[in-house]
């Protein structure tokens, strides 16, 4: 109270204003760590790199969004900073759970620029070689696919050696890769889904990222 002869004027006391810089902080590290980590695992899971940016951008961003307005509606209370973060944490889930739900839509095996072809004896059916590169060093990835278009699966991914040298078809399913070992890998695909019973990676190094884990052998079926 301030005195003024007989009238006193009550004085206000406006509360400390609290800072938005741990708040700050706390988003710019879990955005950084959360958009790499989203980032990498989509790209991982066959998510071709910009698509992954930008649904990890999305995510992240509205996780920040979500915390900046958390932080707003709480202002002047007590752990809102903590109650803000514990949000974006939260919105951060949902984004992967819908991240994951998407993923078959999101994907793309990327199996690099088709070249050459060579049509079954039936002409429904034609091996499609992908050419690619692993920095400096050449790279196939062999696909099955319907003349027609539709359905496409791949069935042999090498890089640098062994390199296919010719590839033939012996049956109207059946498929032989010959490469420059003089090694021969054959396989004989389903007519109606095109599935291999199983799918070659003579360089594993090479197939750790989607679709190609789960391939079945590394080198030709009896050597």
């Not at 800072?19 to 991982?44: D, E």
């Not at 752990?79 to 973060?85: D, P, S």
């Not at 400096?136 to 990835?141: C, M, N, S």
Request: glycine fraction near 12%; hydrophobic fraction near 45%; aromatic fraction near 10%.
């Amino acid at each position: 109270m301030v005195g003024d002869g007989d009238a006193t004027v009550p004085v206000v006391v406006a509360p400390p204003r609290r800072s938005r810089t741990p708040l700050i902080i706390g988003m710019v590290v879990a955005g950084a760590v959360y958009g790499a980590f989203g980032v990498s695992t989509l790209w991982w899971r066959g998510v071709p790199l910009v698509g992954s940016v930008l649904v990890a951008g999305v995510g992240v961003g509205t996780a920040i969004v979500v915390a900046l307005l958390v932080d707003r509606i709480m202002w002047g209370r007590r752990g809102r900073t903590l109650v803000a973060l514990v949000a974006a944490h939260l919105m951060v889930g949902v984004a992967m759970l819908a991240a994951s739900a998407a993923l078959p839509s999101l994907r793309d095996p990327q199996f690099g620029d088709p070249g050459d072809r060579v049509v079954s004896p039936d002409g429904r059916f034609e091996v499609v070689t992908y050419d690619w590169s692993a920095m400096i060093d050449p790279g196939w990835t062999m696909v099955v696919e319907r003349v027609d278009g539709g359905d496409r699966e791949w069935f042999w991914l090498g890089a640098e050696s062994p390199a296919p040298v010719e590839v033939r078809f012996v049956a109207p399913t059946g498929i032989e890769v010959h490469d420059d070992y003089g090694q021969v890998w054959a396989l004989t695909f389903d007519p109606d889904t095109l599935d291999p019973p199983g799918r070659s990676c003579p360089r594993p190094e090479y197939c750790w990222r989607w679709p190609y884990p789960e391939y079945t052998r590394s080198s030709p079926v009896g050597t």
